[in-house]
């Protein structure tokens, strides 16, 4: 049990006013001395402990785990800009667990937040207990109490907090997890280095039966079309709070899956979304959730589908939305409807194709075709294996700014050969789960999903025309495979994006295919795209390794560039 601090009148006050004052809500620097609660070496390591050895080495390097490091932390706390309002709703929570998720925000190295706690109607006496209790007394803590005979639901609980929240940012924090001890700290920072971001989100791991972290989720940074494929965004999330309320807040008809259903909405109003690449919440499994067992609220998941269906319906894209069957539930796939073959321009690469032949076929024979609305550019030994596959690939670029599509290729025996390509800091291509089964999903079930990816395979890729004409088509510098890459990055600096298609499947009638790539021009690639490598692979992770095809953790590697 936590001992409940002496708070004079007078620091209670001055909380209030730093809410309610923006002549005192600039000036938060008393909060800097408000009593802390501190973690002791023992919780730390505790709280740092690991199912996984590789993930013990990664969280050994990048997570606070002696008392020395978070009071240092604590100390070059940034006063706030954006001041941030965490929302949990609380339901029968249990009460150990909750106690870990309520000293998981007091114990944050940032004290600018304030916490409201919403019981929705809880029967359990220990949960209401633990609410009462010295846990919760702390003046930035609101708890709002539903009467016990009509609890809301989530997303109505929520609402509530929402509406009562003074901060500019809300953060969600689900009962029985945990925040990572500097994820306030890290938030503040970010915001107020990027004043302009209306949603923000980090990675996050689980927290096992036995309470131990694993399952980590390195996510890419925002990919739009990721989110037809299901809500690889969550935890943490922070949306801007006149964002929430401009949507019409969280809906109830959609609860289990209403955080998806939030963003699908809120992306159609911004596209000011950032990422953090540091693990800062941590999400708890247990039998009752759908962290552990995916069938224990079947009623999200079709939920998720009826918020994706209102979100096609909404941007007046027609498409079917069905669950993936062979996936862990959560994931969906959307089909749209098929353009006609017509549309589409064919550039059939040779199978003795020279490296500095590549950009010339493509610009010669796009010289005497010039009408169709897409470009597929494929190798001669890169078949389709079904009539469709072509056209699939075509279907997404139908979708605003989607300017280049790549499919799924198999090898000759069947394997994997392309599922997306990354582009790493030095200019060099890898190849994800290259080899591996045609059935391996990969981490983050990155080779079955519909995804937005940097780069699009040079053997096999379909182009929107309005993107080649608003290009010029090849860059001049390049005569081999470096000139795709370079098409891509430049369409990519111009606001179009690129998808992978797993469903449109190639296979390979010959192996290897014959190298198209120039070496010479490898680092005048380098030399011109140097910045953009410097920040890393937008649809990759800084915390995954450069060197592993595998989405292996980067635990030796440098990641601060």
């Keep these: 049990m936590i001992q409940s601090s002496l708070i004079p009148r007078a620091a209670r006050y001055l ?17 800097r001395y408000y009593p802390p609660i501190t973690p002791n070496d023992a919780l730390l390591v505790k709280w740092s402990q690991s199912e996984w050895p590789d993930y013990q080495r990664w969280i050994d390097r990048h997570t606070i785990q002696t008392c020395q490091q978070w009071q240092s932390l604590r100390r070059l706390a940034t006063p706030p800009g954006p001041k941030i309002s965490i929302v949990t709703p609380v339901y029968n929570t249990d009460p150990e667990v909750l106690k870990e998720c309520i000293l998981s925000v007091r114990m944050q190295t940032s004290p600018y937040w304030e916490w409201l706690l919403i019981d ?51 953060v969600f924090l689900d009962h029985d997890d945990r925040l990572a001890l500097d994820a306030i700290q890290n938030l503040i920072e970010f915001l107020s280095q990027h004043p302009a971001t209306d949603i923000v989100y980090s990675d996050r791991d689980m927290l096992s039966p036995e309470n131990k972290r694993f399952m980590h989720l390195m996510k890419p940074g925002w990919s739009p079309e990721n989110l037809f494929s299901g809500n690889y965004l969550f935890h943490l999330m922070a949306y801007r709070k006149s964002l929430i309320q401009q949507v019409g807040g969280l809906r109830s008809e ?17 596209d000011k979304i950032e990422h953090i690449p540091k693990v800062l919440y941590h999400w708890r499994q247990h039998s009752n959730s759908v962290a552990l067992n995916d069938n224990a609220k079947s009623y999200a998941f079709n939920a998720g589908i009826r918020a994706l269906e209102d979100a096609l319906s909404r941007r007046k894209i027609s498409g079917t939305v069905s669950e993936i069957k062979t996936l862990w539930r959560g994931n969906y796939r959307v089909q749209l409807p098929l353009p006609d073959q017509e549309k589409i321009t064919k550039v059939i690469l040779p199978t003795d194709i020279t490296p500095e032949k590549y950009t010339e076929i493509v610009q010669n024979r796009l010289l005497i075709e010039q009408s169709q609305s897409y470009i597929l550019i494929r190798h001669q030994a890169c078949q389709p294996i079904d009539a469709q596959a072509e056209q699939q690939l075509a279907s997404w670029l139908t979708l605003k700014n989607i300017g280049m599509a790549s499919g799924k290729v198999l090898g000759k025996s069947g394997q994997l050969h392309y599922a997306g390509g990354i582009l790493t800091k030095e200019g060099k291509l890898l190849w994800p789960y290259q080899g591996f089964s045609s059935e391996e999903p990969g981490y983050m079930a990155v080779t079955a999903i519909v995804r937005n990816i940097s780069t699009p395979n040079p053997y096999c890729v379909m182009i929107h025309r309005e993107l080649w004409e608003q290009l010029g088509g090849f860059n001049p510098v390049f005569r081999g495979a470096h000139g795709l890459l370079d098409f891509a990055l430049r369409g990519l600096a111009l606001g179009w994006r690129i998808v992978y298609e797993p469903n449109a499947v190639f296979k390979l009638l010959a192996e290897p295919l014959p190298e198209i790539f120039m070496e010479n021009e490898q680092p005048v690639f380098r030399n011109h795209w140097q910045e953009w490598l410097n920040k890393g692979d937008p649809a990759y992770n800084p915390n995954l390794s450069q060197h592993s095809r595998h989405y292996e953790l980067a635990i030796e590697e440098d990641i601060s560039s």
């Design 15 to 31: 909380f209030y006013l730093a809410f309610k004052s923006p002549f005192v809500a600039k000036r938060w620097h008393w909060l």
């Design 120 to 170: 929705d109607a809880s029967q359990n006496r220990e949960t209401r207990s633990v609410l009462a209790s010295p846990y919760c007394r702390d003046p930035r803590i609101r708890l709002l109490e539903i009467n016990r005979s009509c609890p809301q639901g989530i997303s109505a609980a929520t609402n509530l907090g929402i509406n009562l929240a003074q901060g500019d940012f809300i």
């Design 254 to 270: 959609y609860d289990g899956s209403q955080d998806y259903d939030l963003i699908l909405r809120c992306m159609e109003y911004t």
